[in-house]
């Protein structure tokens, strides 16, 4: 596995991470949350979000991807994981995409699901219920974990609003 696919494992992982940290502790409710203006349900930003992984899995040799909305919210995040999981698991061989670069895989779909991980903290607050600020770079983010099994955060923001050093 070169350094690439390392790298490209990790930036699962923290997809893994940073979209649990998001959903995590979400009422059920939160799943259908709409914001107005046709943005997305964060269940179905979740579907988008294994939808463009399903994509990149098929540069690495064929395959389909799924873009059905599953039917609950639980079943989503779990095909997201497995998704993941299957992507992962094809860098650890060394695979190569067939059609695209290691590079057009992490600017296309890669950053396109890190963005909507975004969104999905973005409507927890707007949901009314704030996702706690975390120093990212203090995270136990493990290239060998995608599960939905991610750990609580290493260095919590302060709770009182005020910006602690992002750095501490």
């Not at 873009?67 to 994981?81: D, Y």
């Not at 770079?137 to 005020?162: F, W």
Request: charged share 25%; aromatic share 6%.
């Amino acid at each position: 596995m070169t350094a690439e696919h390392q790298l490209l494992r990790h930036i699962l992982a923290t997809l893994a991470y940073r979209t649990q940290k998001a959903v995590r502790g979400a009422p059920e409710s939160f799943a259908h949350f709409g914001a107005g203006n046709r943005v997305r349900t964060p269940q179905e930003i979740v579907c988008h979000m294994t939808s463009v992984l399903g994509y990149a899995r098929a540069r690495f040799g064929g395959g389909t991807f799924d873009i059905a909305l599953c039917a609950s919210w639980r079943e989503e995040l779990g095909r997201f994981h497995t998704t993941l999981k299957e992507l992962s698991d094809l860098l650890e061989t060394g695979a190569e995409p067939s059609d695209v670069s290691l590079e057009a895989i992490l600017q296309g779909p890669f950053s396109d699901a890190m963005t909507h991980a975004g969104q999905l903290a973005l409507l927890r607050r707007l949901a009314g219920h704030p996702v706690e600020p975390e120093n990212f770079i203090r995270a136990h983010v493990d290239p060998d974990n995608v599960s939905e099994d991610q750990p609580p955060p290493a260095s919590p923001g302060r709770r009182d609003g005020s910006r602690a050093d992002p750095l501490r």
